[in-house]
Each structure stands twice: as structure tokens, then as C-alpha cells.
């Protein structure tokens, strides 16, 4: 027996957004966290969710993981930043760059080239430093693009690195984060609508 969920649609016109599978994190935060307020689901479509009384008024979703796996491999920043996939980024490196972006988002074209052209002209730019730049100002301009809405506090539904990221990056501009593991609440959120379609069963985790 197989049951797949809708997701959520947002019909604005002005803002007309998508989400398919990520509700299913946000059921399970809700009924076993309670959480409320503003959400943020990292990955590479990353959600900002607004949630008032264990409903979705709201969403929005962000391209920096994609965007940033372009300019990592396929882009001019590609020679700056590969030598160091994989490793962690410099803290700070990452954390100023977050703040130059959220503080300046109209510059970040010019900001992203400096990736470049710092690793050409100055000899400290090697390419771990010139990784977490590439990462911090485009986690910057996501946040940006969204701190007129969100709250002081936001809760972020993640695990591993990019919740790392995402703490550190948001911590620097003065947020509070709440973390709860991703796939906990993933797991939650899927035994409760299994229990809805199939009353009967017991769902195990």
C-alpha cells in the first residue's frame, strides 16, 4: 500500500511557491516540538516557513544551495574555491562575508567576484578562505532576503554541516536559533500521516 502526500502550494501571485516533501518536517516539528514563528528548512531549495498556531500562513524558498554548487564547479569562482570541496569552511571568513552580503546585498555581484580576483592578487586568499566567502555571501543574501519577515528567534530543522552554516550565519547577525534534527521530525511527520491513512496500523520508530 502506497500513499503519497500533496505537499503545500502558494498561489499569491506575487509570490508563487512550492514545497514537496518538506511539510512533512514541519508536521512532525509542530506536533512533537510545538514549534511556531519562523522556520527555516536549509538544503538546496532552502524554506523560510511562518507558522502561527500549527498553521502555514506563509513561504518562500531560496536557491542558495543550488546557486552555490553553480559557482562552486561551473563558474570563473570554480578556480578560487575547488581545491577545497569538502573541507570545512573558515569561520571567519564565512561569518564576515555573511554579514557583508545581509548588510550590502546590492553589491553581491561585485562581491562575488572578488572571490576571483582576491585569489589572484592577494597571497593569504587561498582557496578554503575563498570557499567560506563564496558560502557566507550567498547565506548573507538569503538572509537578507528574508529578515524583514522573520523573527528574532528561528527555529532551523537541520542536521550536519549545513546546520552549522546556517547557526553560525545567522547567529552573526544577530538571530537566535533554536536546532532540531531534520530527520527526526521527518521521521515523526510520516508516522503521523500514516496514522491518519491507516488508523488501524501501528506505526513503529
Known sequence: M???????????MSAPDVMRGEETLLLGAVLERGVSGTICLPGTHSKWVTIDEAEV?????????????????????????????????????????VREAVNSPEKILQALFSVRSA??????????PMRARL??????????GVRDIAQEQVTLISSGQLAHSYRHA??????QCKLI?????????????????????????
Open 57 to 97: 500562513c506563509g513561504f518562500s524558498t531560496s536557491m542558495t544551495g543550488e546557486i552555490f554548487s553553480l559557482l562552486q564547479s561551473h563558474s570563473v569562482l570554480a578556480h578560487s574555491v575547488q581545491q577545497a570541496a569538502g573541507e570545512n569552511d573558515d569561520d571567519e571568513a564565512f561569518q564576515s562575508a
Open 170 to 175: 545567522l547567529e552573526s547577525v544577530g538571530f
Open 2 to 12: 502506497v500513499r503519497i502526500l500533496p505537499g503545500l502550494a502558494q498561489r499569491k
Open 119 to 128: 585569489s589572484l592578487l592577494q597571497q593569504t586568499a587561498t582557496a578554503r
Open 135 to 144: 558560502s557566507g555571501l550567498l547565506l548573507g543574501l538569503e538572509i537578507a
Open 181 to 205: 534534527d531534520a530527520d527526526e521530525m521527518v521521521l515523526a511527520g510520516l508516522c503521523h500521516a500514516a496514522g491518519q491513512i491507516w488508523p488501524n496500523l501501528k506505526a513503529e520508530r
